[in-house]
């Protein structure tokens, strides 16, 4: 009886030292992100961040609209392109880069649900441009996101980080399209380029380099061989595993065969047409819709990224045309 009461006494202790320890020194997780939220905002004197209360509650994201996009509101149906920035409250993750960083695909399917939920409740439109601070608990939790050690910047997302978004929802992937190329070719100090105006390459920019000296002529069915360089709009090849053969003033490229230009990207045929010939050099700068499109591509050669433009340069070593 004796050993009953002493058991259940201390049962009771327990139980009640855990219970006041819980009500005096622990917070719930999305007071804690919320606490994280409105420290982060004043450390970093950010202003205009407003809390999502949509349907009377609050997810717990907080938002600024930048610029405010207009039309039909998005619902989790629809499909929908974005470029973006991302931060970590801790600032060990910090990617900056919207050449890389582009999605396209359904609402409904956006992770983290945080981002999901504030297109949907804050953004609402196309065009708009929106700062998205989002709680570590709809953000990638207490697991984090990506690999290595979190204390490599760019590395990996620790667990129970907040996240600062900057998110542009893209309202024309065309327009888009025209105005990074047009400002990739300012930066860097491109010109001689020419603007296909007509015809399924309509939108491209090229540059015949070195003038086509080959006697033969290029055409759909060719059997063309090349050396090509292909690089993304921050100037970051995705070309690069075969064995490097210079193309001035690039520092690899690819070497390849194709047995005829059927199955090529837009963009890509159509440029090795306008140069006509081998022997000679071409430069191409190439919107989405011609390159890659809204799928992006993963393969051996590297990843392009969704909706993104691209930069070819090609030397037409030879061209063998169907008897």
């Known amino acids: 009886m004796k050993h009953t009461f002493f058991t259940l006494l201390v049962i009771s202790v327990i139980a009640g030292l855990t219970s006041c320890r819980k009500n005096s020194n622990m917070v719930g997780i999305k007071e804690y992100d919320k606490q994280q939220i409105l420290n982060y905002i004043a450390a970093n004197g950010i202003t205009g961040m407003v809390r999502d209360t949509t349907g009377g509650d609050t997810s717990g994201v907080y938002y600024k609209i930048i610029e405010q996009g207009t039309g039909a509101p998005l619902d989790y149906p629809d499909t929908v392109a974005y470029t973006y ?72 997302i620790a667990g129970n980080q907040c996240l600062d978004y900057t998110v542009y929802i893209v309202p024309n992937q065309a327009a888009y399209d025209d105005l990074a190329i047009t400002k990739y070719m300012a930066a860097n100090n491109l010109t001689g380029y020419t603007q296909v105006q007509t015809g399924e390459a309509k939108g491209m920019w090229y540059k015949i380099t070195v003038p086509p000296t080959g006697p033969n002529a290029i055409d759909i069915n060719s059997s063309v061989t090349m050396h090509y360089t292909g690089q993304l709009l921050n100037n970051s090849y995705f070309t690069d595993i075969y064995a ?80």
Request: with cysteine.
């Open 85 to 156: 920035t991302l931060r970590t409250f801790d600032g060990l993750y910090n990617n900056t880069d919207t050449v890389t960083d582009h999605y396209f695909g359904y609402l409904g399917h956006i992770v983290p649900t945080g981002l999901q939920l504030a297109l949907h409740n804050a953004a609402k439109y196309r065009g708009t441009k929106i700062r998205i601070l989002v709680p570590s608990h709809l953000g990638y939790g207490l697991a984090g996101a990506g690999s290595g050690s979190s204390t490599v910047v760019n590395g990996r």
């Open 244 to 323: 490097p053969t210079p193309i001035a003033p690039n520092t690899t490229s690819s070497t390849q065969t194709f047995g005829d230009l059927t199955p090529l990207t837009t963009g890509f045929r159509n440029g090795l047409l306008l140069l006509g010939h081998g022997g000679g050099s071409i430069s191409m700068l190439i919107p989405s819709r011609l390159a890659y499109g809204n799928g992006g591509f993963t393969g051996d050669a590297g990843t392009v990224a969704a909706a993104s433009c691209l930069r070819f340069d090609v030397q037409v070593t030879g061209v063998t045309n169907a008897n």
